[in-house]
C-alpha cells in the first residue's frame, strides 16, 4: 500500500477547513498545512488535525505556496486539496481501494474534480485535475494563479472525484488583481495565464478586455486545445454581452477547427437560432450532440447537461414551435430518461397530456 501526504495552502478558512479534513483524514498518512496569512482560527482548527503547520508569506503566487507545502511531505505520494473541498463518503471508498492496489509504477492519478450540480445533487460540471502525484522533484506547481503540476510520467484517469463543495458568496477580484499587478510590471503570461486572465476578465464584467485576450490566446497557436475550444465559447458570450450576435456565431464556429464538436458548443448554436426564432437550424444543432461521442476523458471541461438533457428538452421546444408535436413529445420522454423529476420535463408531459383536449397551453423552455 501506498503511503500519501495532503498537501493544503489555507488563508481564513474557518468556515469550511474542519469539514474538508474531516473527509480525508483517515485517507491520507500525513497532513501538511501552509498557512499564507490567516487572522481567523484557521490554524486553530488546523490544530486538531495535524502538528505540520509553516507559516507562508503570501507574495500573489499560488504555484509558490503550493511547492512550499510539497517540499514538506515526507510520504511517496502527495494529494492536494482546497479548504472548499471534500471527499464524498462513496469516493472515500474508491480512494481507499486505489491506496491499496495503485501500481508503484504510476506517477500521477487524474480525479474528478466536480464542481457544478443540479437541485438533485446530480454532478453537472466537471473536468480532470491532477490530483495524487509521486513526491519527486520533477513534479512542480507552475503559473501564479490557476496553477497547474508540470505533467509527466506514467498518468492515468480515475472515477474518484473531488468535491468542490464552496459556500455561496460573492465573487472575488483577487485573481484579475494579481495577473493585473503582473502585467503592470511589464510580465508576460504565459498561453495558459492569458486564457485565464481572459475569464477573469470576462466573470467580472470587463467584456471588451476579455474579447481582446481571448482573441491573443487562441491567436497564438499555443494553447492546449481544450483550452482553445473553451475560449471560443467564452469568447461568444462576450461578444453576445456586447449584443454583436455574428461575431459571437463565428466565434461558436471556430472551435470547430480545434476538434470533433463539442455538446456545450453545439448547444450554445442551438440557442443562437432559437433566439432569432430559426427553430428547424436549431433543432438541427440540439439534435446533432445526440450523435456525438462524448469525450469525457479528454480532461477538459465536461457539463454533463450540454450531452443529454439540454439538447432533448429544447428539441421539445424547437419541434412544438414548428409543429412536430408528436416528435416533440418524444424528445420530452427523452430528456426524461436523464432527468425524470426535471419540473420542465414533468410540465411538458402535462402539456402534451393537456394538447390533445386544447390547444391554449405554453410548453415550458427548460433551458438552464
Given at each position: 500500500m501506498i503511503t500519501i501526504s495532503l498537501c493544503m495552502i489555507v488563508?481564513?478558512?474557518?468556515?469550511?477547513?474542519?469539514?474538508?479534513?474531516?473527509?480525508?483524514?483517515?485517507?491520507?498518512?500525513?497532513?501538511?498545512?501552509?498557512?499564507?496569512?490567516?487572522?481567523?482560527?484557521?490554524?486553530?482548527?488546523?490544530?486538531?488535525?495535524?502538528?505540520n503547520i509553516y507559516d507562508f508569506p503570501w507574495i500573489d503566487d499560488f504555484s509558490a505556496a503550493r511547492n512550499f507545502a510539497y517540499d514538506k511531505a515526507t510520504k511517496e505520494y502527495i494529494l492536494w486539496l482546497d479548504a472548499d473541498d471534500i471527499i464524498l463518503?462513496?469516493?472515500?471508498?474508491?480512494?481507499?481501494?486505489?491506496?491499496?492496489?495503485?501500481?508503484?509504477?504510476?506517477?500521477?492519478?487524474?480525479?474528478?474534480?466536480?464542481?457544478?450540480?443540479?437541485?438533485?445533487?446530480?454532478?453537472?460540471?466537471s473536468y480532470y485535475r491532477e490530483r495524487l502525484s509521486k513526491n519527486i522533484p520533477r513534479f512542480r506547481w507552475s503559473e501564479p494563479v490557476h496553477e497547474c503540476l508540470q505533467l509527466g510520467g506514467n498518468i492515468i484517469n480515475s472515477d474518484i472525484g473531488i468535491t468542490h463543495a464552496k459556500p455561496p458568496g460573492a465573487r472575488s477580484s483577487r485573481n484579475l488583481e494579481i495577473y493585473e499587478n503582473l502585467l503592470s510590471k511589464g510580465t508576460k503570461l504565459s498561453?495558459?495565464?492569458?486564457?485565464?486572465?481572459?475569464?477573469?476578465?470576462?466573470?467580472?464584467?470587463r467584456f471588451e478586455d476579455a474579447i481582446d485576450a481571448f482573441e491573443q490566446f487562441l491567436d497564438?497557436?499555443?494553447?492546449w486545445v481544450e483550452d482553445n475550444i473553451a475560449a471560443c465559447g467564452e469568447l461568444a458570450k462576450c461578444y453576445r454581452e456586447q449584443g454583436d450576435s455574428k461575431r459571437a456565431f463565428r466565434a461558436m464556429l471556430r472551435s470547430f477547427q480545434y476538434d470533433t464538436p463539442r455538446g456545450e458548443l453545439c448547444c450554445q448554436i442551438g440557442y443562437?437560432?432559437?433566439e432569432q426564432k430559426e427553430y428547424r437550424k436549431a433543432a438541427f444543432w440540439f439534435n446533432l450532440v445526440l450523435t456525438l461521442e462524448n469525450p469525457q476523458s479528454s480532461w477538459g471541461f465536461h457539463q454533463a447537461d450540454f450531452w443529454g438533457y439540454i439538447p432533448c428538452i429544447e428539441c421539445v421546444v424547437c419541434y412544438d414551435h414548428l409543429g412536430e408535436h408528436e416528435k416533440a413529445e418524444r424528445y420530452n420522454d427523452m430528456a426524461a430518461a436523464f432527468k425524470p423529476d426535471s419540473p420542465s420535463v414533468l410540465y411538458n408531459k402535462e402539456y402534451f397530456k393537456n394538447r390533445k383536449k386544447t390547444d391554449t397551453s405554453s410548453l415550458s423552455e427548460g433551458r438552464i
Open positions: 488563508k481564513n478558512e474557518e468556515k469550511v477547513l474542519e469539514r474538508c479534513l474531516n473527509s480525508v483524514k483517515d485517507l491520507v498518512d500525513e497532513i501538511i498545512i501552509a498557512d499564507t496569512g490567516s487572522t481567523d482560527r484557521t490554524k486553530e482548527i488546523a490544530g486538531r488535525f495535524t502538528k463518503p462513496e469516493d472515500a471508498v474508491k480512494f481507499r481501494k486505489l491506496k491499496k492496489t495503485l501500481s508503484s509504477d504510476i506517477d500521477i492519478v487524474m480525479m474528478l474534480y466536480n464542481i457544478g450540480f443540479d437541485a438533485q445533487g446530480k454532478v453537472t460540471f498561453p495558459r495565464g492569458t486564457y485565464y486572465y481572459a475569464r477573469e476578465l470576462k466573470d467580472n464584467g497564438s497557436g499555443l494553447g443562437h437560432f432559437k
